[in-house]
């Protein structure tokens, strides 16, 4: 896509040709796409006017299981981790992403991380020191938290797959919303649940709001990226298993 264009939907890919990743990643945006156009409500807010749906929620599901087994990489100093969804109908800065995600896991209240990398996502949001106060990442702050203290990350998602070993679970949940805690921008993703479903890791995340254009794509982008880090992280903890 032309720079001018990076943010416009050029077209939309006929909806019988869904396949993992991105395909159907590409196959469930078009859908989320058609529906805001055809049933979305005209709200305004700060940032101007806006279609949103208002009435029911959306379940955009995504598979990542690769087609075939991936093929190892040729450097045995990297791993192969699996599919992420990079959608074809519109730009996606692809290493920012990588970057926000780490900076998640790294669970900072500057945005120091996402300079030294070039990532410009949340300098708007931050104060002239660099402060953004809570972000996604002070809730997980991956491997410990302040005081020593376990995060949720660890102490309820990875710490217990790797003792239940594959047994599936509901419990599994890690809340990104702190009301006592302040913060220049409210999570939009308010929770994120992971469970075992034959064989495979997965993940639900619940979103209070969602720029289908903007955010969407970028937010499956960087949430399948933190999804295979825990996989990586139990499997390495649990001997492959």
Do not use: M
């Amino acid at each position: 896509l032309r720079k001018s264009n990076r943010y416009r939907v050029r077209s939309v890919p006929p909806l019988c040709k869904v396949g993992s990743g991105s395909g159907s990643f590409d196959a469930g945006y078009s859908r989320l796409l058609c529906r805001v156009l055809a049933e979305g409500e005209l709200q305004r807010n700060r940032k101007g006017g806006n279609r949103t749906l208002s009435k029911a929620a959306f379940t955009l599901d995504i598979d990542l299981e690769p087609p075939s087994p991936l093929a190892p990489p040729e450097d045995p100093a990297f791993e192969t981790l699996g599919l992420v969804p990079l959608t074809t109908l519109r730009f996606l800065a692809a290493k920012p992403g990588l970057v926000e995600a780490l900076w998640y896991l790294r669970g900072e209240a500057t945005i120091d991380f996402l300079r030294r990398h070039k990532c410009r996502f949340w300098d708007a949001q931050a104060s002239v020191d660099g402060v953004v106060g809570l972000n996604y990442g002070l809730l997980t702050r991956w491997p410990q938290a302040e005081g020593g203290r376990l995060n949720p990350l660890e102490k309820d998602v990875i710490t217990p797959l790797c003792k239940r070993r594959g047994e599936p679970s509901r419990n599994l949940i890690v809340s990104l919303v702190h009301p006592s805690q302040a913060t220049v921008q409210p999570a939009c993703t308010s929770s994120a649940q992971f469970s075992v479903r034959g064989g495979s890791l997965d993940l639900a995340l619940q979103q209070r709001s969602s720029d289908v254009i903007l955010g969407l794509p970028h937010d499956a982008y960087v949430w399948s990226v933190i999804l295979h880090l825990v996989a990586r992280e139990v499997r390495r903890r649990t001997d492959g298993e």
